[in-house]
């Protein structure tokens, strides 16, 4: 059976919900895949030798950096999953204010403590990136979220070794 992981980066987390809108369908891919890592589980470390990887969010704190390098380079096939994957989408909109303004305005001018928090959470780059501008990524599983009828299909068609081919299922449709 394939290894399938889902990665949780800097997106909102729809684009997971969407997943589990497969409903039944999840039920039968799980008799075609093992689940290795996952924000639905407690498993703390990205495994080894994963077959499908499908990543949400995108590149914007040091350590979305660390683990995206590592994903890769464990991973065989690695999805964009999702327009903030894709294209930075919402995440990517502080480009356009800087890091010091949003922290400012989230910790400072809206905040009670007024304290900007500089340990535990990781440090914000300058710059939001799309995962491609990061490491090389093999489909690209467009929508905010992506639906889950294109999740599925591409998920199934990877476990079977073909090619997916989603373009009736999302906004690029024929
Ligand atoms: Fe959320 Fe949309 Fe980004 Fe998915 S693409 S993580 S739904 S904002």
């Given at each position: 059976m394939k290894r399938v992981a889902t990665i949780w980066l800097d997106g909102c987390s729809g684009c997971h919900m969407s997943f589990l809108d497969m409903d039944s369908r999840l039920i039968e891919l799980s008799c075609m895949m093992d689940m290795v890592y996952?924000?639905?589980?407690?498993?703390?470390?990205?495994?080894?030798?994963?077959?499908?990887?499908?990543v949400e969010g995108s590149i914007s704190t040091e350590d979305d950096l660390k683990k995206?390098?590592?994903?890769?380079?464990?991973?065989?096939?690695l999805i964009a999953f999702g327009d903030c994957a894709i294209t930075?989408?919402?995440?990517?909109?502080?480009?356009?204010?800087?890091?010091?303004?949003?922290?400012?305005?989230?910790?400072?001018?809206?905040?009670c403590n007024k304290v900007i928090p500089n340990k535990v959470v990781p440090r914000l780059l300058d710059r939001v990136s799309p995962?491609?501008?990061?490491?090389?990524?093999?489909?690209?599983?467009?929508?905010?979220?992506?639906?889950s009828i294109a999740i599925?299909?591409?998920?199934?068609?990877?476990?079977?070794d073909k090619i997916p081919d989603i373009s009736s299922f999302t906004r690029f449709g024929k």
């Open positions: 996952s924000p639905y589980m407690d498993i703390k470390e990205y495994p080894q030798d994963v077959d499908i990887a499908l995206i390098k590592h994903i890769r380079e464990n991973t065989k096939t930075g989408n919402i995440s990517a909109m502080k480009n356009f204010v800087g890091s010091d303004e949003v922290l400012n305005r989230a910790y400072i001018e809206l905040s995962i491609h501008e990061i490491v090389s990524v093999d489909y690209f599983l467009a929508g905010c979220p992506t639906p599925y299909e591409t998920i199934k068609s990877l476990l079977e």
